[in-house]
């Protein structure tokens, strides 16, 4: 089966400029995560959805980033203005798990590897 | 909330066996593992679910201490293809019908010949 598609994969620019990242998940996965990966830690969540709804948002920093997943398929993540701190890689993952918990494997995406200079 | 994984980093040669511990300090419903190469997306390992109940890898073994909340996974044999950083995820129930999953800050296990 076709895996999860991220691009761009690398993206480069200043700080308080803006980014936006896109996702194409695995066809029928019914759950889209974003997530936060600096240079050697493990990854963090940004934000989940199921369907098209968000299922947490708890650890976004809502007065930058924003994402949207439309039509229950394809999502974006936009930083707006970015930091240096934002530097890292966005993960998107996908799995085909409907619930609460996550008993299902989730499939990652390669990543967009983000600089802010 | 993050799971603490130890050691941080080992150095096996080929053939060698290995144990990464994850321990978390809240209550666990499950734990996930997973494997990232340098430069790729993490790859699924295991899910070990509370009850007992796993999910995973053919050839690797884990186990979930649901009273100590930690988990360990064993790699045994290691080859080449084992290097990688090795993550482990443990899910807590945060409220009412609502769970979240973190991701401890890994460990990187480098297989020599």
């Known amino acids: 089966e076709a895996g999860v598609a991220q691009s761009p994969r690398y993206k480069i620019i200043e700080k308080r400029q803006s980014v936006a990242f896109w996702c194409n998940p695995i066809s029928g996965h019914a759950t889209l995560y974003w997530y936060q990966q600096i240079l050697g830690q493990g990854p963090k969540l940004l934000i989940q959805f199921q369907n098209n709804g968000v299922v947490d948002d708890s650890q976004l920093p809502k007065d930058r980033f924003s994402a949207e997943r439309l039509k229950g398929v394809d999502s974006t993540l936009k930083i707006q203005p970015a930091k240096l701190e934002d530097s890292a890689v966005y993960l998107c993952?996908?799995?085909?798990?409907?619930?609460?918990?996550?008993?299902?494997?989730?499939?990652f995406g390669s990543g967009t590897q983000l600089s802010v200079l | 909330q993050q799971p603490v994984q130890s050691p941080q980093a080992v150095i096996l040669r080929e053939g060698e066996d290995a144990v990464i511990n994850c321990s978390s300090s809240?209550?666990?419903?499950?734990v996930h593992w997973y494997r990232q190469k340098h430069g790729e997306a993490p790859v699924f390992l295991m899910i070990?679910?509370?009850?007992?109940e796993q999910k995973g890898h053919e050839k690797i073994s884990a186990s979930f201490n649901e009273k100590k909340q930690q988990s360990s996974l064993y790699l045994t044999a290691s080859q080449l293809s084992y290097s990688g950083t090795y993550f482990c995820g443990t899910e807590i129930r945060t409220g009412a019908g609502s769970y979240q999953l973190t991701f401890g800050k890994g460990t990187k296990l480098s297989v020599i010949p």
């Open positions: 809240k209550a666990l419903y499950s």
């Open positions: 993952a996908s799995s085909r798990f409907v619930g609460s918990a996550t008993n299902e494997k989730l499939f």
């Open positions: 070990l679910l509370k009850g007992g």
